[in-house]
């Protein structure tokens, strides 16, 4: 038998030691339900939230001969994101970014005002997780029955249940997968093709992709993911202050915290330690420990303890929305307003009506046609036996309208400039007459010949300016005009 030394012994030591420390099983979490105020509005919420998620694709919007006429939709096959009346081409990817800043300082300002709404109510985890557990109480029943039964050994009456249950989840989780694809692809097409067995194998593939996933994160992982999982709640802390809103417990009323019968000469608060906003929380927290990193502002024990208050005989609210600040001075008696106009508040107010004047004016003053030239790699120039210089150009025109355009392309910063298409014999001339399909990018070889006026270091700015014929609309592209050194 091998030995080991005693410096091994203890680096062996130490591990088993931090093994104890870093790993913990799993508590499984068995949220009650709760009725009230909050709960009929979370579920008012989850219904809206699926109502748009798989309904939208189905929505249709007519948009001219062959055009999709989904109204959202993202498809690959045209390189095209469809919104209703707007049409975004690859070439402007910049408003999605804009979008994607404008969402997130959308959250960081909501985070700001009223805490992590978003993660209680709006973020899909939060709400799939909520349908699947509403279809778990429905089936297997609420959280004392649940219990019972799982500590119980395994019988007919625990298996069929949990077969359902599993066979609901994977029929949600299908139709969540499904209806994802719906954005991708034209949603009555995808759909026959699907069950016709002539969908592609991506349509496959990312179905199934989506329905594990969403099997998994709503069915099995549930709180850990927004425990564990999700960086959002890590860096909230960030946005939150002591003016922020948040689900709080309202300790200097409600402790101390005093079970069974009360004596009038023993002081109690009115929490009476039944545990129901416990048993109600999804992530399976006590709230009257303050703001934690698992508390995801949904609520629920809101509704629950008012339920405990109002059969006690107590006022209600006594966890409620309500800022650290506020609690502060509640706890000495005094009053204060609310503050929702803070530095950090009036910082993310700007940047997001930055983004959205941005926005809006990139979108109103939108350009439907797009030019890119770009110079031959080789030769770099000709010189023509007249003493010219001429250089060679691909060409690419978008034409984002929907009718056949005719475009003309002339060149600034040429002295007796010609242009010529050599493919289409087209030129030489000052300007060419190029046509673009509706909705579509053409591509053109086109020569651009004359005498450099500024030529430095071998190379010179030339502008390509391309004007819709029909429309007038114009752009300018910058190249170079190559010549010797
Ligand atoms: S503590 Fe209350 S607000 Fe926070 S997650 Fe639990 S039930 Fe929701
Ligand atoms: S539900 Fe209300 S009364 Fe019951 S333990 Fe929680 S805070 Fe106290």
């Not at 799993?26 to 309904?55: D, S």
């Not at 298996?159 to 692809?185: E, N, Q």
């Not at 002295?415 to 060419?432: I, K, Q, T, V």
């Amino acid at each position: 038998m091998s030995r080991i030394s005693k410096a091994e012994r203890q680096l062996q030591l130490q591990r088993e030691e931090l093994g104890d420390h870093l790993y913990a099983n799993r508590v499984r979490v068995y949220p009650k339900t709760v009725h009230g105020p909050v709960r009929r509005f979370k579920w008012t919420v989850l219904v809206f939230c699926l109502a748009v998620y798989y309904l939208l694709p189905w929505l249709r919007w007519h948009r001219g001969a062959n055009q999709p006429d989904q109204a959202v939709l993202l498809s690959l096959w045209h390189e095209r994101f469809y919104f209703f009346n707007l049409e975004f081409w690859p070439q402007d990817i910049y408003y999605l970014t804009g979008l994607l800043i404008m969402a997130a300082v959308t959250l960081f300002l909501v985070t700001s005002l009223i805490g992590r709404v978003w993660c209680g109510y709006t973020c899909p985890q939060t709400v799939w997780t909520d349908l699947f557990m509403w279809v778990e109480r429905q089936i297997e029943g609420d959280r004392n029955e649940r219990m019972k039964r799982d500590a119980e050994p395994l019988s007919f009456d625990m298996v069929w249940r949990k077969v359902l249950k599993h066979a609901v989840w994977l029929g949600i989780a299908f139709w969540t997968g499904g209806a994802w694809i719906m954005y991708y692809v034209d949603a009555p097409t995808v759909t026959v093709e699907f069950w016709t067995a002539t969908a592609s194998k991506e349509v496959y593939f990312f179905t199934l992709l989506f329905t594990a996933t969403t099997y998994l994160l709503a069915g099995w992982a549930r709180e850990q993911v927004c425990t564990y999982m999700c960086p959002w709640p890590r860096f909230q802390s960030a946005m939150l202050d002591e003016q922020t809103v948040t689900v709080t417990y309202q300790g200097w009323r409600g402790e101390p915290r005093t079970r069974g019968k009360r004596h009038e000469d023993v002081p109690a608060g009115d929490c009476v330690d039944c545990g129901a906003c416990v048993t109600a929380c999804p992530t399976g927290i006590d709230i009257r420990d303050g703001i934690q990193l698992e508390c995801i502002n949904c609520g629920l024990c809101i509704d629950a303890c008012n339920h405990v208050m109002e059969k006690t005989g107590r006022p209600q609210w006594l966890i409620t929305w309500d800022t650290l600040a506020d609690q502060a001075a509640k706890a000495q008696g005094r009053q204060t307003t609310l503050r929702l106009l803070r530095p950090r508040t009036l910082i993310y107010v700007s940047a997001l009506l930055l983004a959205a004047v941005v926005m809006t004016v990139a979108l109103l003053t939108r350009s439907s046609i797009d030019l890119s030239v770009l110079h031959d790699r080789a030769p770099l120039f000709v010189r023509l036996p007249d003493g010219d210089l001429r250089n060679g150009y691909t060409v690419k025109i978008v034409n984002k309208t929907q009718q056949m355009a005719l475009f003309e392309l002339r060149t600034e910063g040429l002295n007796a400039a010609s242009l010529a298409e050599p493919d289409e014999g087209l030129g030489p001339a000052d300007r060419l007459g190029l046509m673009v399909k509706a909705d579509s990018i053409g591509t053109f070889r086109v020569t651009a010949a004359g005498q450099p006026n500024r030529l430095v270091g071998g190379s010179q700015p030339i502008d390509f300016i391309l004007r819709n014929t029909e429309t007038a609309e114009q752009t300018v592209y910058r190249s170079q005009f190559m010549g010797p050194r």
